[in-house]
């Protein structure tokens, strides 16, 4: 067998790999999204103050679409049904997370860890190594980047738009 065949038959069998990949993204973003989502839901009124005090235009019609949007997003990518279709608004979502949050924390996400031997926190003595966040955009840059690549991809043979749709990617 040469090499241009072992490339082809590779390149067939990568197939499945690409699209168990896809399936595995659409999963971990699911559940990425499903904590922001229930947050929001459980005190839309908080959120829509949160949101107003940023400076986000009508906060509360915002914090349900946000509310709204995060949720569908979470079904939708589980059952990889409308995949391209909710990868949209929720980049929509990503962009606004980096300008109006995560944005002016620069790009860390964790900043570095903190080694002290003898602090209270809280009023409990402790000891250890501390991780301190910065809260910066690098976590929601990955998943912007992982929501672009389901644009571009669509959800891959193991989802719902491929036996509804027949999409072959």
């Excluded at 009508?58 to 279709?85: D, H, I, K, Q, S």
């Excluded at 924390?105 to 809280?122: I, M, Q």
Aim: charged letters at 15%.
């Amino acid at each position: 067998m040469c090499i241009r065949d072992l490339y082809k038959e590779f390149t067939r069998l990568s197939e499945y790999t690409k699209s168990a990949g896809l399936l595995l993204l659409r999963l971990i973003l699911a559940y990425t999204f499903f904590a922001p989502a229930m947050l929001k839901w459980n005190d839309i009124g908080a959120i829509a103050q949160w949101f107003e005090y940023m400076g986000i235009p009508f906060p509360m019609l915002n914090a349900y679409m946000a509310a709204g949007t995060e949720m569908a997003g979470v079904v939708l990518l589980t059952l990889g049904l409308l995949t391209r279709f909710i990868s949209i608004p929720l980049l929509v979502i990503m962009f606004v997370a980096i300008v109006t949050v995560h944005g002016q924390n620069g790009f860390a996400f964790v900043n570095e860890a903190v080694s002290f031997t003898d602090a209270y926190v809280n009023g409990v003595r402790v000891s250890g190594t501390m991780i301190q966040l910065q809260n910066g955009y690098e976590l929601v840059l990955y998943y912007t980047l992982m929501l672009f690549v389901l644009v571009g991809s669509g959800a891959g043979k193991f989802s719902l738009d491929r036996l509804i749709f027949g999409e072959k990617n």
